[in-house]
Each structure stands twice: as structure tokens, then as C-alpha cells.
């Protein structure tokens, strides 16, 4: 007897692609079918239904139709206050768990298919409490992921006479699963590898969270990531013959040629052009914009500038190769460039701060064997992230990749005048840096002011007063080997 279990995770609110992917997933007519977190949050689409239509999101309905049996919480659905999650969960016709929140949700979920008890237990990464901006999850208690997850598979395994055992962790790995080599810095928000190597009684492994596209058996462990925004799901085949479980996992990629769900007014919100500027902002390739000012770059700075009447900004680039606005500028360009609906805080912040934030940023970088600028592999390997490197403007600051970690930063003036250690600087910041996460705890401070209003409706209301748009600040950066 054979039977399927697939897993989606870090969909994203990218219901067009979903639904092309939904189709897909019902012609398997899985026997179990979970959701492993960060369903919603983080799309064009999931913007438009929070911010302008305001409705419940449509993903919603798509997954209740496809008849989802169990979903796990991953740390962007704590991106809303307590009360829209629980409108969320209500909205579900399935439930969402997580054994490390304590009194908050269900640990595991329980399902019997064809005679064979099967447990899923969710997990989520315990960083979730450090990214939290708004205090939402201040009334929660995350325990570390690893711990919760050994405890309930050693209590499943003991008292619900089950005979499969799935640990969905919103989580990924801080090792290479194959050779042990580090791929992450191990301050736990990534604790798969460990999960893993720790403890037994898994039969099935679901993550997500870093967004990789896994399909492998570790010590007969099948382990599964599939990837993120709806391009592929994961799908386990479970096959029983003579008593004996065997089970084999593979990513499945959305078919093009499926025709797409359309949104008709969401579409037309997206194209609808809001303003222009005197001369093209794009970019067109990643490392451009990270080695030098550019005319993006410093819109943004005078944007947060403006509306914050700081002397210093600070912005952090998506991982976009192509990016920046045409001169005719639509709500979409804006979403596609400012995806977070951060908002910004004003900090004091001393030169000292300043330069230590600074010397975080180049330690991202290396030159590598064609004597080029790169990202250092163990910083950002498997694959770049962009979160731990800033833009700064308002200041002029230069960065030798040549010169050792911590001693890069070898210019930093500020109108002409060299930074000294003990100068304070009143710095724009978006909220989610204020938090302190990747080791920028000197941005952890009592806010001087705050703009509550998001940065991409920032940028939306400056594009529509200030057309067309000049770039007039003066400050610049450059890195160089």
C-alpha cells in the first residue's frame, strides 16, 4: 500500500503562484497535507489585501478548499497582533501548531491513514521573540525549539501508539546536512542539523524558514524543505509492505503551463503609476548598489530623512539583482523594492556605534580567488543573505575588504569632518533593525521618535508630494578591495 504526504512552507501570500501550485497538489490527493509556516505575510498580494482592501486573504479560503490538515506556525504569521492570528486560526478550517509556545497552541496533531497513526509536532524557530518590533508576542513564551521538539517526540513516541513520527520544524540548518560543514552561524534560530544528530524517533523531517529546496534521507530520515513563494512542494511517498514503513521524499515544481488565478483589481492597484522622476533609478545587478552610492540608494536616505528629520539613515537592500524605480514610478515598483512593512524609529547613536555597525556590514565581504569582491562563504553560505548589510546615508564612509575583519572602515566623516568615537548622531532606522537582530545590538535602543506609518506607504506618499523626483542628498560611500 502506498500513500503521499506533502508539505508546503514559506508560501508567502503568493496566492497566483499558489493556486497554480494548489491545482497541482489536489490531483495527488495526498493522504496528509501541512502547511510548515510563514503562509501569508511577505507578498505584493498579502499587502494589498492588508493595507487597501482590508478582507481576509483569499490564500486562506484556497487552503480550506484543498482541505489542509494541519499547519505550523512560522515566525512571520507573529508579524500580526495576537488578535489578527487568532481571526486567522478562526478563518482556518484546519489547525495551526507549535509545541515550544507555551499555552498557545496544540504541540501536535494526530491523523490515521489506511490504519497507521501518524503524528506531526510543530516547531518554530525561538528567534521569533528577538524579530518582534511591535511587542506582539510579549505576552508568549518560546521555548528553544530543540529542547520542546526532543520532549514531544520522546512523549509521542511513548503514549500515542503512533507509527510515524513528522517533526515539522519552521526552522533550517545550521550545517551542511551530507558533510557537517558550518552553513550558518550557530546562535540556534537555525538547529535542524542538531535536531538530527541529538535525538531519535523521527521518521520524517519537514523544514523551511531559509528558504532552501531539500529533498534527501539522513540516516533514513526522510528530510524535505521546499524552497519558498509557492515554486514547489515536498512530497513524501510512504509505502507499507509486509508491516514494514519505507518512505521517500521529492520536490514537485508549479507547471507553468497551468493557468493562473488573476486578480483583476489587485492587478490594476499594482500598475496604477503614483509619480515619476527626472532621471531612471534602477539597478541591474546586486553587488552595484552595495559597493557604492547610487541614485536609488540616496532617494531612499532623503525619503527617511525627510519624514524623520534625523541627520544620518540607514536602509538594508532586498535580495534583488534587478531593482531601483524607471521613471515612471507604480505602487508595484515600490512593493518590489521596500517588501517589508517595517517602519522607521529615530536612535542616538555615538561614532563609536557607528563604526562598530559599520565594521558588521564589511565582515560580510571577502575577496575571493579571482581577487574579487564576494561574500564570504562563511557568513552567507549556502546562499547571500542581505539582512546583515546596511546603507548608510548622510555620511560620507569607505570600506577596504583587504584590511582585517574589524579594521575595514577606513573612512567616516560627516560634512567634511572626520567621526570621531564619542559623537552623537540622531540615525533613521527601520524597526526591524532596531530590534537588535544579527549581531547589531548597538541599534537596540529607546526610540527618540518613531514614524508608525510603514515605510513602502512612506515611500508611496513621497513619490506622490515630491514628483518628479531629484536626488539632491549629498553623501557617499564606496567599497573597495
Known sequence: MKFSIIATSD?????????????????????????????????????????????????ITLANEMHYDVAIFGNHEFNYPIDEIEKMRKACHFPWIAAN?????????????????????????????????????????????????????????????????????????????????????????????????????????ITGHQHLE????????????????????????????????????ELIYVDDSIQQQTFEKFIQWKNTQIGNSKIDLSYFDFFSPRFQSIPYTQLIHQMQLHYTGAQLSVTELPYHSIGGFPENIRNGDVLHN?????????????????????????????????????????????????????????????????????????????????????DVFEVAVNSYRATGSHQFTMMKKQAIREVTTIIPQLMMRYIQEQSPLEITLASSFQVRK
Not at 224 to 241: K, R
Open 11 to 59: 508560501i508567502h501570500g503568493h496566492t497566483e503562484r499558489f493556486s497554480q501550485l494548489a491545482k497541482m497538489i489536489q490531483k495527488e490527493n495526498p493522504a496528509l497535507l501541512i502547511d510548515n509556516g510563514d503562509f501569508l505575510q511577505g507578498s505584493h498580494l498579502s499587502y494589498y489585501y492588508e493595507q487597501i482592501k482590508k478582507e481576509i486573504h483569499p490564500q
Open 101 to 205: 509556545i507555551q499555552d498557545f497552541a496544540q504541540p501536535y496533531f494526530i491523523k490515521e491513514v489506511h490504519g497507521i497513526r501518524i503524528a506531526v509536532i510543530g516547531v518554530v524557530t525561538h528567534f521569533v521573540s528577538q524579530w518582534d518590533e511591535e511587542g506582539f508576542t510579549a505576552s508568549l513564551c518560546f521555548e528553544n525549539a530543540l529542547a520542546s521538539a526532543k520532549r514531544t517526540v520522546q512523549h509521542v513516541r511513548t503514549h500515542e501508539n503512533v507509527q510515524l513520527v513528522i517533526l515539522s520544524y519552521h526552522g533550517g540548518f545550521e550545517r551542511d546536512l551530507h558533510t557537517g560543514h558550518q552553513i550558518d552561524l550557530e546562535v540556534g534560530e537555525n538547529q535542524g542539523y542538531e535536531m538530527l544528530q541529538q535525538f531519535d524517533g523521527i521518521d520524517i523531517f
Open 214 to 249: 531539500i529533498a534527501t534521507t539522513v540516516n533514513g530520515v526522510s528530510v524535505v524543505q521546499p524552497g519558498a513563494n509557492a515554486h514547489c512542494f515536498a512530497q513524501i511517498t510512504v509505502t507499507i509492505e509486509d508491516d514494514k514503513i519505507t518512505h521517500s521524499p
Open 338 to 422: 521596500l517588501p517589508r512593512a517595517n517602519y522607521l524609529k529615530v536612535i542616538a547613536l555615538t561614532g563609536a556605534e557607528i563604526k562598530e555597525a559599520l565594521e558588521l556590514c564589511a565582515a560580510v565581504f571577502a575577496i575571493n580567488d579571482a581577487n574579487e569582491i564576494d561574500f564570504s562563504s562563511m557568513v552567507h553560505s549556502p546562499d547571500p543573505q542581505p539582512y546583515t548589510y546596511d546603507c548608510w546615508g548622510g555620511l560620507d564612509y569607505e570600506l577596504t575588504i583587504a584590511q582585517a575583519v574589524g579594521q575595514r572602515v577606513t573612512k567616516l566623516h560627516y560634512q567634511g569632518r572626520k567621526i570621531q568615537p564619542d
